[in-house]
């Protein structure tokens, strides 16, 4: 069974960091572009990076991130535990939401450079983690 698990969220004061988890299982999380979105209370599911498949460079060199995020967030691939990590620094409360992993259908993320693949680019979801940015 094909399955996305995200963990890591919480709260946290702005200037704070967190990093978050995505886990896959049932397939190769390395093979498949992977995006993180998030979500923020009455708002729309907002795309946060897309990750290139095979891309292990620190930070994502083939990763697009939303201008909102750009030196802020930074993914990493963990072939060994077929996760991804999303390290989240110098926090503001506009990045408080439910942050979500999903896997790229057939996605090149280099062909979304800006805006980032939409929501129906991504064939499965995990259930998400809540990061609240409060002081």
């Known amino acids: 069974q094909l399955q996305l698990a995200e963990s890591g969220g919480g709260l946290v004061q702005p200037g704070g960091s967190l990093r978050l988890s995505c886990v896959a299982s049932?397939?190769?999380?390395?093979?498949?572009?992977i995006g993180w979105f998030r979500q923020a209370p009455g708002k729309e599911r907002e795309g946060v990076l897309c990750i290139s498949p095979g891309d292990s460079s620190p930070g994502g060199s083939s990763t697009n991130y939303a201008d909102s995020v750009k030196g802020r967030f930074a993914i990493a691939r963990d072939h060994a535990k077929n996760a991804v990590y999303l390290q989240l620094s110098n926090l503001e409360p506009e990045d408080t939401g439910v942050y979500y992993c999903?896997?790229?259908?057939?996605?090149?993320?280099?062909?979304?450079?800006?805006?980032?693949?939409?929501?129906?680019?991504?064939?499965?979801w995990g259930q998400g983690t809540q990061v609240t940015v409060s002081s």
């Open positions: 049932g397939f190769t999380l390395n093979h498949h572009a």
């Open positions: 999903a896997r790229g259908f057939d996605l090149s993320c280099s062909a979304y450079p800006a805006p980032l693949p939409a929501m129906q680019e991504y064939d499965y």
